[in-house]
């Protein structure tokens, strides 16, 4: 089955990982770990009710850490993990992000 997390940064910034040869990550850890960054990177609620959804808690988290945590080769294993508990989270086969528009679409 396919499974791809898409980050974008506008149309000419867009960071796709592929996910069909990576462990998946189970469901619990894959949310426990987007909790753990939403909160260590003070993250506000993106909704005026202050619920959180699970794609906002991804939006948040790349909107945070900005496209250059996506581009470096240094942070390469923290957005591979961002994008396999993305994915593990939404359980769905492509996931994109788009931090300017702040729009999650499967």
């Keep these: 089955m396919r ?3 898409i980050v974008s940064w506008g149309d000419a910034s867009r960071h796709t990982f592929d996910l069909e ?4 990550m189970p469901h619990d850890m894959a949310r426990a770990w ?3 960054q939403f909160h260590e990177l003070g993250c506000e609620p993106l909704r005026l009710t202050g619920k959180v959804l699970l794609a906002d808690k991804a939006l948040a988290i790349a909107q945070a ?3 250059s945590r996506f581009t470096d080769p240094a942070h390469r294993p923290w957005a ?5 508990a ?3 989270t ?4 492509v996931v994109r992000v788009d931090v300017p528009s702040l729009t999650v679409s499967y």
């Design 90 to 93: 939404l359980v769905k086969p």
């Design 80 to 84: 591979m993990v961002y994008a396999r």
């Design 86 to 88: 993305v994915s593990a």
């Design 21 to 24: 040869e990576v462990q998946p």
């Design 34 to 36: 987007l909790d753990d």
């Design 3 to 5: 499974s791809q997390v």
């Design 65 to 67: 850490v900005g496209e």
